[in-house]
């Protein structure tokens, strides 16, 4: 496991599925590894109001950690 449960981690590309982007914040809560061996996360969603919106499952090569250069910004989920 690279990275801690519970912390905000930043997306490093695009899940249409999902209708997340590259740069969306999510919270890791689980961490398992896939059948191929690659290890990823459950990871929840949260609104402008922290409120849920949903728990998705990733690869861990599509996470990063937030840095302090970086700045937050509010989209339509869309």
Not at 14 to 38: M, N, Q, S, T, W
Not at 62 to 72: F, G, M, N, Q, S
Request: aromatic letters at 6%; hydrophobic letters at 40%.
């Amino acid at each position: 496991m690279k990275f801690e449960l519970y912390t905000d981690m930043v997306l490093t590309r695009d899940l249409p599925a999902e209708r997340l982007k590259r740069g969306d914040i999510v919270k890791l809560v689980e961490h398992h590894v896939a059948r191929d061996g690659e290890d990823g996360y459950s990871a929840e969603v949260f609104n402008a109001l922290g409120e849920t919106l949903t728990v998705i499952t990733v690869a861990e090569s599509a996470l990063e950690p937030l840095r302090e250069d970086e700045v937050c910004c509010v989209r339509a989920l869309g």
